[in-house]
């Protein structure tokens, strides 16, 4: 058990020094166990220019066990639940090696949304589509792209127009996360309270 | 340890996150040579497996354990096999107060080292010098000096083999001549 902690720790520090690489990772709970990972869309690809958070559950057993890795931001990708986020690859599951760390899978994840695996889906529809109409997948997951996987950078922008108009910080903050980066119905929830 | 700190500060602050990232690798890649590819710590009670990755034992111990269908090194995915391990000994390392807690878990002794024997340095000359002089325990040449170094055991097996060449020659000699 102190050899999990041990080796996550290692692992954020090593996350945190290395910014070339583009991921990162965030502990969410007291107990290291529970982490938001941030993938950035690969290049060329309809992904380019969004930020893809992926919701990381560890337990006791990592590193020989797996991370449970899910995309918390919709993604539209044959290998990845339109619906869930569930996750279709290898390493995350019987390909796992306790050599891998937070750090690779993320950038495997970034590897995956690069290159799609139609023969081994995990949402169909999506697969039949990258099959037999590749114009519109694209155009779907572009749009999925701009719609849902904005860099936080485009909140900061918002969280300052609430700003201007009179509220809080904190206050928008909360109520910009509340309402899922909306900044429409984030006012409305504001001016509601 | 002083320098080193301002060394990092001076990079963070004019030259930029690139430098400061090789800052943290310069610092990191001496211990990282001989950490472990599971944990990530100094390796304890280390080995090294066939394929030359280090582990600490317990560490390697586990995973192979849960691998039902086939052991594979987690780094490369060669074959590991618990008893192929090589075992390193570092100086005045046999003991460590950490073993006690590592003793609690079910993790066998590491395996120990092979032994092979010395190399012979002269063995190639050796063989040009002919059969028969080889044949009568002669040594000749530069590889006399290495011969001492086989144990007690290699020097008698050799010693049985040359005497049943002999016997055997022996043999062959007094079929032909009578």
């Not at chain 1, 569930?86 to 796992?96: E, F, P, S, V």
């Not at chain 1, 509220?167 to 909306?182: S, T």
Request: glycine share 8%; aromatic share 8%; hydrophobic share 40%.
């Amino acid at each position: 058990m102190d050899g999990t902690f041990g080796r996550i720790q290692k692992e954020l520090k090593e996350i945190e020094h290395d910014k070339a690489s583009g991921v990162t990772a965030e502990v969410v709970s007291d107990n290291l166990l529970r982490l938001i990972g941030c993938v950035p869309g690969p290049k060329d690809t309809p992904y380019e220019g969004g930020v893809f958070k992926v919701d990381i559950q560890l337990d006791a057993q990592y590193p020989f066990a797996p991370p449970k890795m899910k995309f918390m931001t919709r993604v539209w990708h044959p290998n990845v639940s339109s619906q869930s986020g569930a996750i279709c690859l290898d390493i995350l599951k019987d390909q796992w090696s306790p050599a891998l760390t937070l750090k690779t899978a993320l950038l495997s994840l970034q590897a995956l949304l690069a290159s799609p695996q139609p023969d081994d889906p995990q949402d169909a529809v999506v697969a039949n589509q990258y099959r037999s109409e590749k114009a519109t997948f694209d155009k779907t997951a572009r749009y999925w792209t701009e719609a849902f996987a904005r860099p936080d950078g485009d909140d900061e922008a918002k969280i300052q127009k609430i700003v201007d108009m009179g509220f809080d910080k904190a206050a928008a903050v909360a109520a910009l996360k509340a309402a899922g980066g909306d900044e429409n119905a984030a006012l409305e929830a504001l001016l509601g309270s | 340890m002083a320098e080193a700190v301002a060394a990092t500060e001076c990079c963070d602050k004019c030259c930029g996150p690139d430098s400061s990232d090789l800052a943290f690798l310069k610092d990191e890649n001496d211990a990282g040579l001989f950490e472990c590819n599971i944990c990530l710590e100094m390796a304890k009670e280390p080995i090294v497996t066939l394929c030359g990755h280090l582990f600490c034992w317990p560490c390697l111990f586990r995973w192979v354990q849960m691998q039902n269908f086939s052991r594979n090194c987690p780094v490369c995915k060669a074959g590991v096999e618990v008893d192929k391990v090589i075992p390193i000994y570092g100086r005045g390392s046999e003991f460590d107060p950490r073993q006690e807690a590592i003793k609690v878990q079910p993790v066998p002794p590491r395996p120990a080292g092979q032994r092979p024997s010395a190399v012979q340095a002269g063995a190639a000359g050796a063989n040009q010098q002919g059969v028969l002089p080889a044949l009568f325990g002669f040594q000749l040449g530069p590889g006399q000096g290495y011969v001492e170094a086989l144990t007690p055991e290699q020097q008698h097996q050799a010693f049985l083999s040359r005497l049943l060449l002999m016997l055997g020659s022996f043999v062959i000699m007094c079929l032909l001549l009578f």
